[in-house]
């Protein structure tokens, strides 16, 4: 009875050991690449190589793990260069930790272009990086749907326009939703990264949604279409500007109409923007965006003399392409 508790015993206490063996042989096989990347540009040219030579191995056997806990490193550095080596690992589960890493928790500043992948000396938001890596590794339906639920529960402008950038990087269609949403956004640097998105994707109805911010209740949506309205050519983008250059409600957003016309129209907004300044000669704000205008177009400045710029006009517009 004794010999057989102690042979029960002893077969217990040996796979306890051999557990516990098999634990630490287990922690002990964990890389730790944070450690390795320190060493990859050690001064010591054996230690150099050989951590540089670990890595690459734990990349040509597709190991994702230690460069996905590389990803928790309280070190952005450590993060970037983790980041990179999975973008060298072509499997799913690579792509799918770099997928996480689009949560807007996530995100931190990244020395590095967001295209082109190489360093610089402004920081950008890392989900642009991250984005453009999911993109050259075949994109992924989850990538745009965290980015694009994401956007409205960031902190700040900033971080709203990471957002509408990375969704842009995507070139997913499937972000086509939110990048729309973004053209409404009152930060205008939020409305530029839309703009952008939506070309990247080829979008046909950029112009008709800048358009019909123009009638939005808020102000700053208003200002903001003007703006991005300039960069288009279209006759209605013209038309559009040209009324809310004459009956908008805001002086701030007549007055910035105004200087858009001759971005989208170019010599034909000479006579408009003439015009206006003749019938607001009264209203300072809107005179004197006219004058800048004009100015701005021509190299000349006649101030609020109409007759002097009707006559310069008649004699040099050929030069601009007028008619």
Request: proline content about 4%.
């Amino acid at each position: 009875m004794i010999g057989s508790v102690r042979s029960r015993y002893s077969a217990f206490a040996l796979l306890w050991v051999c557990g516990l063996v098999s634990l630490t042989t287990s922690c002990a096989s964990e890389v730790d690449v944070e450690k390795l990347y320190v060493q990859a540009n050690s001064e010591d040219y054996e230690e150099r190589v050989e951590a540089r030579d670990k890595l690459e191995d734990l990349v040509q056997k597709k190991d994702v793990e230690p460069f996905a806990r590389g990803l928790r490193s309280a070190n952005a550095e450590a993060r970037v260069q983790s980041i990179l080596h999975l973008q060298a690992i072509e499997s799913p589960e690579a792509k799918e930790a770099l997928i996480g890493e689009l949560d807007l928790t996530r995100r931190f500043n990244v020395f590095y272009n967001p295209i082109r992948l190489v360093p610089v000396s402004t920081p950008s938001d890392s989900r642009i990086m991250i984005a453009h890596i999911v993109l050259l590794k075949g994109g992924d339906p989850k990538a745009v749907k965290i980015l694009s639920d994401s956007y409205g529960r960031e902190p700040d402008a900033p971080a709203r326009v990471a957002t509408l950038y990375a969704i842009g990087a995507l070139k997913d269609p499937a972000g086509i939703p939110t990048l729309f949403r973004g053209l409404k956004d009152p930060d205008m640097d939020a409305v530029r990264a839309s703009v952008e998105g939506l070309q990247l994707m080829h979008s046909d109805k950029i112009t008709e949604s800048l358009i019909e911010g123009l009638s939005d209740t808020h102000e700053q949506i208003r200002l903001n279409s003007v703006v991005a309205l300039t960069g288009f050519h279209e006759s209605e983008s013209f038309q559009a500007l040209l009324k809310a250059a004459e009956k908008d409600s805001s002086r701030k957003v007549r007055a910035a109409a105004i200087f858009a016309l001759f971005g989208t129209g170019g010599a034909i907004a000479f006579d408009p923007v003439l015009g206006l300044l003749k019938e607001n000669q009264a209203d300072a704000e809107i005179r004197d965006a006219a004058i800048r205008a004009l100015r701005s177009f021509t190299g000349q400045d006649f101030g609020a003399d109409v007759p002097k710029w009707n006559r310069w006009w008649q004699q040099n517009h050929s030069q601009f392409g007028g008619s």
